[in-house]
């Protein structure tokens, strides 16, 4: 069973970057696709992106699509969130998760392992 620890999140003015990190221990990392949810304070968790196993493949939420970018590197076991031209309205606690499968999904029910959360706070 994998462990998933995020880090990276943070307090940012609105147009800045962050990057986020997610370390994987425990587990079979490169052989299931990863995802990063987010959820902002009285809504629910929602899908931000997923990338495949080998990284050919990534989804994003059309909210983020431009803005976002995410990659994965297995020889370190590390999946990262580049996000850049960040608004107010991303502010939320963002998860790492890990997919049942190799193939990237949007579900929440398509993923079984996940991390504490980091938060990512954008002022105005």
Same mark, same amino acid.
């Given at each position: 069973q994998v462990q998933l620890v995020e880090s990276g999140g943070g307090l940012v003015q609105a147009g800045g970057s962050l990057r986020l990190s997610c370390a994987a221990s425990g587990g079979t990392f490169s052989i299931r696709a990863m995802g990063?949810? &987010? +959820? *902002?304070? #009285?809504? #629910? &968790? #929602?899908?931000? =992106? *997923? !990338?495949? /196993?080998?990284?050919?493949?990534?989804?994003? =939420? *059309?909210?983020?699509?431009? /803005?976002? !970018? %995410?990659? &994965?590197?297995?020889?370190?076991?590390?999946?990262? %969130? +580049?996000?850049?031209?960040?608004?107010p309205e991303d502010t939320a606690v963002y998860y790492c998760a890990q997919a049942r499968s190799v193939w990237t999904t949007p579900s929440i029910s398509g993923y079984d392992q996940w991390g504490q959360g980091t938060q990512v706070t954008v002022s105005s």
């Open positions: 990063w949810f &987010r +959820q *902002a304070p #009285e809504k #629910e &968790r #929602e899908f931000v =992106a *997923a !990338i495949d /196993r080998n990284g050919g493949t990534t989804n994003y =939420a *059309a909210s983020v699509k431009g /803005r976002f !970018i %995410l990659s &994965r590197d297995n020889t370190k076991n590390t999946v990262f %969130l +580049q996000m850049n031209s960040l608004k």
